[in-house]
Structure formats: C-alpha cells, structure tokens
C-alpha cells in the first residue's frame, strides 16, 4: 500500500512559490528558457538558480538529475530541488526526474511546479520510489507528506490520477508481498490478503487442498506436502470486457527450503520472494480493478510452501500432472515448474484463455546470463513476446528474449516417466521453460517470465530502493492496455 495520499493537482499559482514551507522542486533547461515558476522562484532567491546552473556540477547532470538548494534565501521551503529537464523531455528523462523527486521525497510537503511537464509519469515516478518497508519494525519510520503539483493543465493531469495511483498501488502491493517475511506471509494469510481484494470488483475464488486434490493437481500438491502450511490456488478474475480472457499464472512458493534437496544455508533468508511471480500477479490485477481496465483477465496464483518434513516428496518420485503426464523428481528445489506445470493445465482447461503468460522466480541461471537487469522472457508467440518487450521497454522495465528449442527437449526426457523436472545445469533456465511448455496446449500463445533476478535487488534500482522491486506489474499494465483492452 502506497504510504502517501494520492498527489492534489492545482492550477499554476506562483504565490505558493514563496509561502510553501516543506520542500519545492522546479525544472530548468540550459539550453532553453526557464519556466514561469522557475523564473518567479529564481527572483526571489536573487539569482540562486542562475547561479547555480552555471556551474560544473548542473552542467554534468543528466536529463532528470537535479540538485538540492537548502533553506532557500526569499523562499519559506526548507529545500529546491533544481531538476534539469527539458521541455519537451524523453520518456528516460520523465522517469528519472521523477525518480530524483520520489528519492527526495521526505516527510514534509512537496510541491512541485510542473508547469508545462507531463504530469502522470513524472509523479509515477516519484510515487514508486518513494516507498518503504516498515511493517516488521517496532519503531516504523512515519509516513510521506503530501504531494501538490502546480500545472497549467490541471484538468488533463487529473484525469489520469486514478490509472496512475492504481499502478502505484499494485507496484506497491507487490512489493510488500515480496518484502514479507514467511512467517508473516503464509500460504492463508496470503489467500486472506487476496480475498480483501473482492472489494474492488474482483471475483476470487480460493481451492483448498480438497478441491486441488478432486481437480487433479497433485503436482502441486506434491509440493506443498512436506508443509504444514496447506497449499491453494487463488484466482482473480477481472472481466472488463467480453471474449477469451488473458490468463497471468503466479508462482507462489512462499518460502523455498529446497526441500529434501536441501539449499545452501548462505543467502536461504532471501527465498521468502520466492513467491514473486504470485506477487506481481496479484498487484497486476489489483491494478486492473482500481483502474477499471476494460479488459478480461483472469490471474492464478498457486500457493505452496516448500519444506523438507517426513511427508516431504523425496528424488526420484514420480507425481501425476493435472494434465496426466508423469513427472519424476529429480531435484525438489525444482518445485516453482511443478507448481506452474498444473495451473497452467488447469488455467486452459477452465478458462480457454486467448493467451497465457506466466511468471516466476524460477532459475538461478536466468541471473547468470542476464544479472538483476533484465528478466528472461521465453515465449512460443513472436507476436506477444515482442509486444510484451515494446511494453516493458515502453514503462522502462529489463526484459531480453531467451531461446526455446526442442533440441534442449533431450535434457528432460525420463528414463522412468514421461518427463523430469531438471535437465541439470547447461541452459537451465531454457530446459525449465522448455519443462513448462510441455504443459502448454498446441496453438495457445504462451509467455513465461523468469524474473529471479529482477525481483528482489540488493541495490536501488531505476524505479524502487533496495529489496522488492514489484518488476512486472507495469510491463503486463502496459502490454494489456495496448494488446488485450477494448477500444
């Protein structure tokens, strides 16, 4: 949940420059004229700002980049914050001006004399980075102070506040799901949390094991059963329109031991976001809803725990798919395919979606090949992959194609059964995808994201501070908005 009130969009009134008390920020370009406030603000420091852009420092920020003028000589501000901008600035440039406000963004007020600039992306901006994880902490920090944005199109800019505080909010969400810790964050509480979620307009649908078990989704199940937690599926159905849904599938392994195959004590804290992918499912649709997408999407999310136990399933077991196939185990810290492997079987089944895109913190290899930049995107539609890659790059998202190839079939083909679930360490992150395909029906568009490096980071990234990133939600937003929504 966003920890500030949604931003109060005004008229341009340049009094305000003088009177406001908490922090401002005003744009500049060197090579173009200041802006009205900018200019008004600039008079009543008796040329601070002029000064300030002639020197070294302003002259090797980038677009987006700003400097920070404390207690402000002729202003009552405790601060300026002197962003340089262009007036008629690039989508990279908006993203990172508004970043530099949410990074600046304390608990005193924050005006900011947009003037000409757009609005909605330089306050999503700041929005998203202005976040905190406090939920755990005894003595939590307080809450951010409100935002007011002066601009000469109040009305325009207002009338995009609701999709952009519903991307907030589901980037947000996402990020407190991943932030969680697992005794927190159970396999019911998190169920609970998605239940809430019915007052937006979402039909919700839980299965406990007894349903899972009747539909035939003992993969899954195979899972969870070392746990004492009980595993479920949840959906979230947002019909906004007629037709075929969009099916958006979720890992939800809420936390990862390995299993009977064991992980390595070093870094085992960090698989409380193993559930990632369940995560940016459930903030993607808490998104559609509060913007009232005219859209169909249906998302699943299956929830497990993975926990090594008497009852836990061992190496070398064999578990029936949903689907009919047999799968042997070869290693149970290759669960989150398992898992995957029958809710997509039962999304087609039920839903005969027009397409199916699933996400996942699946492979440590993903983050071999391509670091905490971008996630894999493996699909067998050339059409929704590239769609989806203009999307993310479109809302500044990493994401790069990775192959698919039935040569790597091989890999995972079973001595004893008609499939494994590891074809070991060469490509893995391709032989997990090439494992899910195989429960991908002939002719569905499908798309599976590995975003094991991108959804937790040990350093700031472009849109959030350390930790959970909510990487996703405004990628699928943008993707469904331009491929899956009603004109």
């Known amino acids: 949940m966003p920890l500030h009130p949604t931003p109060e969009i005004l008229p341009l009134d340049l009094d305000l420059i003088a009177s406001h008390e ?62 340089r901008l262009p007036r008629k600035a690039d989508a990279p440039a908006l993203r990172r001006a508004g970043t530099t406000l949410g990074h600046a963004h304390t608990t005193t007020a924050l005006l900011i004399c947009a003037d000409t600039q757009p609005v909605a992306p330089l306050l999503q901006a700041a929005l998203l980075r202005a ?16 935002i007011r944005v002066m601009t000469r199109q109040p009305e325009r800019a207002q009338a995009k506040m609701q999709a952009v505080m519903a991307r907030v ?11 969680a810790p697992a005794n927190i964050l159970t396999t019911e509480s998190f169920a609970t949390q998605i239940e809430g979620l019915g007052d937006l307009g979402l039909k919700i649908e839980i299965l406990d094991e007894a349903a899972l078990e009747a539909a035939g989704l003992r993969a899954l199940l195979a899972v969870g059963q070392g746990s004492d937690s009980p595993s479920k599926l949840a959906i979230l159905h947002w019909q906004g329109a007629e037709g075929a849904p969009l099916a958006v599938i979720g890992k939800g392994v809420m936390f990862d031991t390995g299993g009977v195959s064991l992980k390595p004590a070093l870094g085992m804290e960090d698989m409380t976001m193993d559930m990632g992918g369940a995560a ?19 998302g699943l999310v299956g929830l497990v725990e993975n926990m090594p136990d008497a009852r836990a399933q061992r190496p070398g077991d064999v578990v029936r798919s949903m689907k009919g196939d047999m799968i042997e185990v070869i290693n149970t810290d290759a669960e989150g395919r398992l898992v995957l492997a029958d809710v997509l079987w039962y999304a087609q089944d039920r839903f005969k979606p027009a397409a199916m895109i699933d996400l996942a913190t699946l492979t440590g290899a993903i983050i071999i090949a391509l670091g905490h930049e971008k996630a894999g995107v493996f699909a067998n539609d050339d059409a929704l992959a590239g ?31 008609d499939i494994k679930n590891t074809g070991g360490r060469p490509a893995g992150s391709i032989t997990a995808a090439q494992f899910l395909q195989h429960f991908v029906p002939d002719g569905m568009p499908w798309m599976h994201l590995d975003i094991a490096g991108v959804a937790l980071t040990k350093a700031e990234s472009a ?18 908005a331009r491929q899956f929504e009603a004109d």
């Open 22 to 83: 908490g922090r401002i920020a005003v744009f500049a370009d060197p090579d173009g004229p200041l802006p009205q406030p900018t200019r008004r603000a600039d008079r009543l420091m008796r040329g601070a700002i002029s000064r300030a852009m002639q020197g070294e420092a302003f002259g090797k920020l980038r677009p987006g980049d700003g400097l920070v003028l404390h207690y402000p000589t002729g202003l009552q501000a405790e601060a300026l914050h002197l962003i």
């Open 131 to 146: 976040y905190q994880y406090e939920a755990q902490k005894s003595d939590p920090k307080p809450g951010f102070g409100p």
């Open 169 to 179: 909010a589901g980037v947000h969400m996402t990020r407190d799901l991943v932030n």
């Open 280 to 298: 940016v499912t459930v903030g993607l649709m808490r998104t559609l809803a509060m913007r009232q997408a005219k859209a169909n999407v249906v």
């Open 387 to 417: 769609a989806f890659l203009k999307a993310a790059d479109q809302v500044g998202e990493g994401a790069w194609r990775m192959p698919l190839d039935a040569a790597y079939d091989k890999q995972i083909k079973s001595r004893i059964a």
């Open 463 to 480: 849109h959030a501070p350390k930790g959970a990133s909510g990487w996703g939600v405004l990628a699928l937003d943008a993707l469904i």
